[in-house]
């Protein structure tokens, strides 16, 4: 079975400074990994994804994300970031052999300050 | 255009009332899901549907079921909610050979 770890529940940080989020997965086959976001109210909207490949990901909004296979990590980064990206953002992981059914990290609440 | 709609986005129920949720969607894909989402907490799986076959999370308690009469329309039903069950509640979307997931905005449940 796969598992996600989101290690920051919460990141605060002045707008247009950059952001990393953390993200770790355990998975003993290939993984696929996404990085959702989640705007409050709404449902989750995809940010990018790891399929195979580059291990650079780019996604909207100026997003992208690296894919470490020798550290099981997914971190998602910006350069830049403006108080619209005030949100929850979740990383997720599945494989083939789940059926592609996701399993969520418990989510890192980005709060941009002015 | 909205392509997963989940209706309605607020509602409120009874303690051991039953209550239905509905999604449908525009977009003709194959599999559908329903997450359950507590505060402050990741979505949880509770179902998802091949086409019509169902397939629950061994977890899921049996106080839920669902219903998918057709391609575009799914339901979850509640039969007895609890406290517990308070949460907003995600159908998502998605075609077999394509891993992204369409959500809906949710419907938020509250049991009184």
């Known amino acids: 079975a796969q598992s996600v770890t989101q290690l920051d529940s919460q990141v605060p940080v002045f707008e247009e400074a950059p952001v990393e989020l953390r993200c770790n997965y355990s998975?003993?086959?290939?993984?696929?990994l996404f990085w959702y976001v989640q705007y409050p109210n709404q449902g989750l909207q995809l940010l990018l994804k790891?399929?195979?490949?580059?291990?650079l990901v780019k996604g909207i909004n100026g997003f992208e994300a690296e894919f470490n296979k020798s550290q099981t990590s997914f971190h998602l980064r910006k350069p830049s970031v403006h108080i619209s990206d005030t949100a929850e953002y979740f990383c997720?992981?599945?494989?083939?052999?789940?059926?592609?059914?996701?399993?969520f990290g418990g989510g890192t609440r980005v709060l941009v300050k002015p | 255009d909205a392509m997963v709609i989940q209706n309605p986005r607020y509602q409120v129920t009874q303690f051991g009332k039953p209550v239905t949720l509905s999604c449908s969607q525009t977009?003709?894909?194959?599999?559908m899901y329903w997450y359950q989402q507590k505060s402050s907490q990741a979505p949880k799986l509770l179902f998802h549907?091949?086409?019509?076959?169902?397939?629950n999370e061994a977890d899921t308690p049996d106080n839920f079921q669902s219903r998918r009469p057709n391609t575009s329309f799914c339901f979850l039903d509640i039969r007895s909610p609890g406290l517990g069950d308070a949460a907003m509640y995600l159908c998502?979307?998605?075609?077999?050979?394509?891993?992204?997931?369409?959500f809906g905005s949710g419907t938020q449940l509250s049991v009184l």
């Open positions: 977009l003709n894909h194959n599999v």
């Open positions: 790891y399929l195979s490949g580059s291990t």
């Open positions: 998975s003993s086959v290939s993984v696929y």
């Open positions: 549907y091949y086409d019509k076959d169902f397939n």
């Open positions: 998502a979307t998605r075609t077999l050979n394509n891993e992204k997931l369409f």
């Open positions: 997720a992981v599945t494989t083939k052999a789940a059926g592609n059914k996701l399993t």
